[in-house]
């Protein structure tokens, strides 16, 4: 009889039990171990699988006026989305779903069984939460509903191109609101919830993480003064048959922007039909040849070099002067005219004489210390920075009409800009489009008695008989300005456009005290006249006389009152 083998080898026999009760015994520990002391582990898995992280969105910060007015406000909304697949177990339910969305039947049918395999598809955003609770209410299997916000502009149009606008997923793309997206946005949340392997919610378990609110953002803008702009540069445009405008206040001693408006310009709430060229800030983003609105600053120029002062006078006669084979023409014959005559009658003879004397380095230096054609440091998206030349040999020709205004390019702003400097005294403050608590530090470019001198000459080119500006005037006020008129010049080739031009009135209020600086930029009048006098100086007048008394500015040209003292009755008498 064979003998079993484990019979003949015992210990081999108790080597695989052994074996195979440390290896029960290992699972055995493993189980407890993992059921007892480590239910971190299961517990992980287990969450892996079914818990799942909502975002939580972040309400944006609001953007107001620097009076506290609402600029862009968020306003809760529904989004609707469905899961494809469990969206073909209701299809008894899609007419009335189709209905409810306001979309075709069929079509809307056809888009439901193409996306049979998707999980997640947008049926619809931007309801109002009750339309939203509407349809969910139907109780369509695989429609569900998140919480979103949309960005709404109660100023619409009026302020469009200082703040901007926001996309359907509520990030900043034009103006302020891209400027200051980071800002604005705030931090999203987390909720976090339980879904089975479908996707479908099973509980709602917690917020993981509150959502952090974006932060307010108070503009410099006024919105009265704003106002005020749009409706003056609008009819202006319209009267005059104008393809384009813009207009910039600023305040004189903070550099703060008050007011800036353009036309043509769009609704921010309805940008269905919107026109790209609409959405253009013409006023920071457009440059142009200044025309004689930077007259006053070669003048400066020449009364800061000390070889000149506002007596001395130039003979302009006959309104003409050769240099090689460019005539400079002025519009009226001046004869002799003193520095304040030259830009009564915006003598281009008169002032490229000057400028002859003086060379052109003392020019290129005021206007490029008062802000032309340099960074205005607002960092507004697309600015554009303009081009002041500074060549190593001034000719005679690039002096000239340096002097006069053309060869250089600026924008609306940074004229503006340059103005704020000679009604502060020939101090130059940074700018800004958001609300300042202190006024900013100044820094001292033009001698103080000739930036008053020059603001003075300013005020006789509006108020003194034969001056360009007479329709710039502003009851009760003292207003310096001075108008200009520049052609236009061609894109994509060399020389100007025929019959095009661009109007312009740049000033400071009240003389005395100027706290407002603004220009006006009428691009092609085509009706009625196209010179800066006739067409921007008016937009001027009436928009610096709403904005003083809005602010409260008291007139410094009352009518002086005279006063009879009373004569006491003789004795006896009468009067």
């Known amino acids: 009889m064979m003998k079993l083998e484990g019979a003949l080898y ?21 189980i407890v171990d993992l059921q ?31 009076n506290g007015e609402p600029l862009a406000v968020s306003t809760p909304v529904t989004t609707l989305w469905a899961n494809g697949k469990e969206l073909q177990n209701g299809k008894d339910k899609w007419p009335a779903l189709a209905q409810a969305l306001g979309q075709e039947p069929k079509a809307f049918s056809e888009r439901l069984l193409g996306s049979a395999n998707r999980e997640f598809m947008y049926l619809v955003r931007g309801l109002t939460p009750e339309r939203g609770q509407q349809i969910l209410d139907l109780k369509v299997p695989g429609v569900y509903g998140i919480e979103e916000f949309r960005r709404f502009y109660p100023a619409g149009e009026v302020a469009a191109h200082v703040v901007g606008f926001t996309d359907i997923d509520d990030h900043g793309r034009e103006g302020m609101e891209l400027a ?49 702009a749009h409706r003056e540069l609008r009819n202006a445009v319209n009267e005059f048959g104008a393809k384009a405008g813009s207009l910039v206040m600023l305040d004189v001693q903070t550099g703060e922007v008050l007011a800036m408006v353009n036309q043509p310009t769009y609704n921010p709430n309805n940008r269905r039909n919107l026109h790209p060229a609409a959405m253009r800030n013409r ?29 001395m006078t130039v003979d302009t006669y006959p309104g003409t002067l050769q240099i090689g084979r460019y005539t400079i023409r002025d519009v009226s014959r001046g004869g002799v005219l003193n520095l304040t005559g030259i830009l009564m009658k915006s ?106 001198t020059v603001v003075g000459m300013l005020q006789s080119v509006v108020e003194e008989p034969g001056g360009g500006g007479v329709r710039a005037k502003v009851p009760g006020y003292h207003v310096g300005g001075k108008s200009g008129t520049a ?9 100007y456009v025929d019959k095009a031009y661009r109007s312009f009135f740049a000033g400071v209020a009240p003389v005395n005290n100027p706290r407002i600086a603004a220009v006006v930029m009428i691009d092609e009048p085509s009706e009625g006249g196209y010179y800066g006098g006739l067409v921007s100086a008016p937009v001027f007048g009436k928009v610096m006389a709403g904005a003083l008394r809005l602010m409260n500015i008291a007139p410094d040209n009352l009518p002086q009152q005279t006063t009879t003292a009373a004569v006491a009755p003789a004795k006896g008498g009468r009067i």
Do not use: C
């Open 10 to 30: 015992p210990w081999r026999f108790r080597l695989v039990l052994g074996l195979l009760a440390l290896m029960v015994g290992a699972i055995v520990w493993r």
């Open 36 to 66: 007892v002391f480590d239910q971190s582990f299961l517990q992980a898995h287990g969450d892996a699988r079914s818990v799942r992280h909502i975002p939580i969105p972040a309400h944006r910060g609001l953007i107001t006026d620097r």
């Open 487 to 495: 052609r236009k010049a061609a894109t994509g080739s060399k020389g």
């Open 180 to 228: 200051f997206d980071d800002w604005l946005a705030g931090v999203p949340g987390k909720r976090q919830v339980l879904k089975d392997r479908r996707g479908r919610l099973i509980k709602d378990v917690q917020v993981a993480q509150n959502a952090k609110a974006g932060k307010t953002l108070a503009l410099s803008i006024d919105l009265r003064l704003q106002y005020l």
């Open 283 to 311: 006023a920071m983003i457009d440059v142009f040849e200044p025309g004689s609105t930077v007259k006053p600053f070669s003048i400066a120029a020449a009364l800061g070099t000390g070889r000149w002062t506002p007596e």
């Open 347 to 452: 003598s281009n003879v008169g002032i490229s004489k000057v400028a002859f004397d003086i060379g052109a380095e003392p020019i290129y230096a005021v206007m490029q210390q008062v802000g032309l054609g340099q960074d205005t440091g607002l960092s507004f998206p697309g600015e554009r920075v303009g081009n002041l030349p500074n060549y190593r040999v001034w000719k005679k020709a690039e002096t000239a009409t340096l002097a006069y205004g053309y060869g250089l390019s600026v924008t609306a702003v940074q004229l503006a800009h340059a103005y704020t400097v000679l009604g502060n005294k020939g101090q130059v403050v940074p700018l800004s489009m958001v609300r300042l608590d202190r006024k900013p530090d100044a820094v001292q470019v033009i001698d103080p008695k000739i930036a008053q």
